[in-house]
């Protein structure tokens, strides 16, 4: 290959990448599948590293107002994981109906779903918020705080918990912009978001101690979600609400709800079994076992993130491809999404397998943690390519509207099979924390199998929404 055809090649991937950061309009039910995958992961995984570091800035800053502080921090953030689930669900139910509008070329359905959603998320995180703000000392006690710290975080809890309608709002419109093919606008929402965080957060907690820490964040998201907003009323995008928008429809209200309920219920799944999978390890390997495993999901975390950026890019393909009628499209869109993210998570992989040493001892040079955080990155990342592509099946079953399907896979892969195998590997086989690493590559192995199967014979090509 000559030079200038090698510099041309540099050049129009740079160029593809510049076009996906700015948010240029592409019509995903035609053209280059590259080039769409390429337009909508690169936002999507901006998007998905932004998400996780709310709790990373707060944790942060909070770290030096003492124990007290960083446990109230901890144990919000735990019960907030039920906020989260409900948002994710919702989430999943916008893009769904939305592509497929917007894929049915009906803008105007596609403008009336996104705000019959947010009505819909709107009563839901009233009322969760209502309820978490004059419950908040309870919940803190029942979450085994001491009396120092149910003290010293309940206002902290409080405002949390009433920042419930931003929580799931900063979900809900990203979810839109995905389904409508704007996935620069749900990154650039969030990056605003958490940059305004940043900025808040020492500035408020100096004020206000740990309370600030929380307007910190409130306030941060707020932002986020008016950004959000004045796009959805006032911007150029496929999407565009105005004053006749805002009257409500029940029947697409309760078509969203179908889908949302399904998928806030597949993310709780997923969560009460890695909180399991943690108290198996803990429980089995004692303190340098658990820090060695939580050492591990860290890294684990930071590289699974690019890849659910990546297979984000299928739910808003095969949504806006079956409401195209463009069916094998829609299903190549899927296969190609994978291929992609199996390379990358292969790649993760050898990284991972021969650098693991290197990489936790960044974290920490204790020994006896080290070895665990080792072993665990090693035999989890033996399972990357299969959770890379399992990723993408579950995400085109949720795109595609049915989100029933991968919750019934992941009750069975993770509550039937990985649970079980893990508990009679550690205890019954004396194997410890290692039978807990060896159960989680084997049952998304098993996850992954089970869901290609299921989208290969394509029942979801039938769903309508």
């Known amino acids: 290959m000559s030079s200038k055809s090698v510099f041309s090649n540099i050049s129009s991937s740079f160029s593809l990448i510049y076009k996906a950061l700015k948010g240029e309009q592409l019509d995903y039910t035609q053209g280059s599948l590259r080039k769409a995958i390429i337009m909508l992961a690169i936002p999507m995984i901006i998007e998905m590293g932004m998400e996780s570091i709310f709790a990373v800035v707060d944790l942060f800053f909070v770290s030096k107002l003492g124990k007290h502080a960083i446990s109230t921090v901890g144990l919000t953030e735990s019960v907030l994981t039920l906020i989260y689930s409900i948002a994710v669900g919702m989430s999943m139910g916008a893009t769904a109906v939305v592509a497929r509008r917007v894929g049915e070329k009906n803008l105007q359905g596609a403008n009336v779903a996104a705000m019959q959603s ?88 100096n004020k206000f101690g740990l309370t600030g820490a929380a307007l910190a964040t409130t306030m941060g998201r707020g932002i986020g979600v008016a950004y959000q907003l004045f796009y959805l009323f006032n911007g150029k995008g496929l999407i565009k609400l105005g004053v006749q928008s805002l009257k409500s429809d029940w029947i697409v209200i309760k078509s969203i709800a179908a889908i949302a309920w399904p998928a806030t219920l597949q993310f709780i799944i997923g969560s009460c079994s890695w909180i399991f999978l943690a108290k198996l390890v803990a429980e089995t390997g004692h303190s340098p076992a658990s820090a060695g495993y939580q050492t591990a999901l860290r890294v684990i975390v930071f ?127 004396s194997m410890g924390p290692l039978g807990v690493f060896i159960s989680i590559p084997i049952a998304e192995t098993a996850i992954t199998i089970a869901s290609f199967i299921l989208f290969k014979k394509g029942r979801w090509k039938t769903v309508k929404v």
Request: net charge negative.
């Open 118 to 205: 947010i009505w819909l998320s709107l009563g839901i995180a009233i009322i969760a918020a209502a309820a978490g703000s004059y419950f908040a000392e309870h919940i803190l006690e029942l979450m085994g705080a001491e009396e120092e710290t149910i003290a010293e975080g309940t206002s902290y809890a409080q405002i949390m918990f009433a920042s419930t309608p931003f929580v799931i709002l900063l979900f809900l419109i990203n979810g839109i912009f995905r389904g409508a093919g704007d996935a620069s606008l749900a990154m650039k929402s969030l990056t605003l978001a958490n940059i305004c965080n940043i900025v808040l957060c020492p500035i408020m907690i």
């Open 303 to 429: 590289f699974i993130l690019p890849a659910w950026g990546i297979s984000n890019a299928a739910a808003t393909l095969v949504g806006q491809n079956l409401g195209a009628k463009e069916v094998k499209r829609a299903e190549q869109a899927v296969l190609t999404t994978a291929k992609y993210n199996a390379i990358f998570m292969g790649v993760v992989t050898l990284f991972l397998f021969f650098g693991s040493d290197f990489i936790v001892s960044l974290f920490t040079n204790q020994p006896e943690i080290k070895v665990f955080a080792v072993d665990a990155l090693r035999i989890i990342s033996a399972g990357y390519i299969f959770y890379g592509i399992g990723m993408v099946m579950i995400n085109a079953f949720n795109g595609a509207g049915d989100t029933r399907t991968p919750t019934l896979i992941n009750v069975f892969g993770f509550w039937v099979f990985q649970i079980p195998m893990a508990y009679i590997l550690a205890k019954q086989f």
